[in-house]
């Protein structure tokens, strides 16, 4: 590695660390701004009352610089047990209409957009040193 300028330390190397996971949930696709019978026109059955279900990846992965003594970017442990308190119980096996408030008056039309969302919505709930 190349050496800081004017320092006679090692350039700190920076890694990432990826953790895969899935979860299951279901909303309906449905507007305030339309009637019930634009949204089933324009919508299908994709605006059933019930919702309809997804299965969803979430892929989440942090750089940041490699401990010297661990050699991590982070413990793989705490990788989890974040994923789970901010994607997993919010999200799997719930509602996303109904259940979770932060997504209640989303329209989600396409992925990209509830996409979006999430990615904002992990970055506001933790940061990491």
Not at 41 to 57: A, E, F, S, T
Not at 69 to 88: A, F, H, S
Not at 103 to 116: C, L
């Amino acid at each position: 590695m190349a050496e800081s300028s004017g320092s006679n330390k090692a350039a700190e190397r920076i890694g990432y660390i990826t953790r895969v996971q899935s979860f299951s949930a279901c909303h309906r696709l449905h507007s305030l701004y339309l009637s019930d019978e634009e949204n089933k026109k324009v919508y299908g059955k994709c605006n059933n009352p019930y919702g309809h279900g997804h299965n969803y990846k979430v892929e989440v992965t942090v750089r940041g610089k490699i401990d010297p003594v661990t050699g991590m970017v982070m413990n793989l442990t705490d990788l989890k047990r974040y994923i789970e308190e901010v994607i997993m119980i919010p999200l799997d096996h719930k509602n996303l209409d109904k259940d979770v408030p932060y997504f209640a008056n989303i329209v989600r039309v396409d992925g990209s957009k509830w996409e979006h969302n999430a990615r904002i919505r992990f970055r506001k709930s933790f940061k990491l040193k």
